[in-house]
């Protein structure tokens, strides 16, 4: 499987905010949305899952923040600040899940050049065995951390969508549903990493920490859709 870089003429359309700078070979953010699908269909192993994991995560974190950013005025008084507070949370989580939507697509780039590497003799046997691992790595790494700041960002969402205004609930829903399919593509990566990791301790740690966090994002999906179900019951 050959790794794609993608030039700066590919560019253009409407643009994804990114406070942090990218290089012109690590742009999928800046693409549009009907350039950055066509890029996910290709037959190629990237970009993949793992970066629709974090895209997910910067797209449910955005939409909390829509909502909340309603719930103000006189009439949300008695919570505009501390849904205020939530959005600014939830744009600093929206942040950094933004780069790892590339830094996935890199990581497994990387795994794949390391497999690459020549395997002729004993000792580029053991250089190459030593980049996998470290590549793998690499890998289970970032949506390790997409998986976190995608559980951060539901539990401010869950936390929040009671007082939410009633007209941006199924916003603030919807945008939990995001954060909990980012939870669970998240660890599905961390988990087709974690079963080619020589370092079992390691990996079984991650591993069972991230399956941890999914289970709580399971609960908070459940208790957003108790709440938005309140908000959306006829009156």
Sequence with gaps: ???????????????????????????????????????????????????????????????????????SGEKYAAVETAMARRVEALERLRAAALPLVDRDTQAYDAVTAAYKLAKSNDAEKTARTAAI?????????????????????????????????????????????????????????VTINAASIHDKPWAQERLDKCRALCEESSRLLAAVKTSVARHLAPQ
């Excluded at 951060?152 to 969402?157: I, S």
């Design 1 to 71: 499987m050959e790794s794609r870089e993608l030039h700066p003429d590919d560019a253009g359309g409407t643009r994804c905010y990114c406070p942090i700078p990218m290089s012109n070979t690590s742009a999928l953010i800046e693409l549009s949305v009907a350039q950055f699908t066509d890029r996910l269909a290709e037959r190629a192993p990237t970009p993949g899952g793992g970066s629709m994991a974090a895209c997910l995560a910067a797209c449910g974190s955005a939409l909390g923040a829509m909502a909340f950013r309603f719930t």
């Design 133 to 189: 691992q470290s590549a793998l790595k690499g890998a289970l790494e970032v949506p390790r951390e997409t998986l976190e700041l995608s559980i951060q960002a539901l539990r401010l969402v869950a936390e929040g969508i009671g007082e939410v205004n009633p007209n941006l609930a199924s916003d603030a829903a919807t945008g939990a549903t995001c954060l909990w399919s980012a939870c669970e593509s998240a660890l599905l990566n």
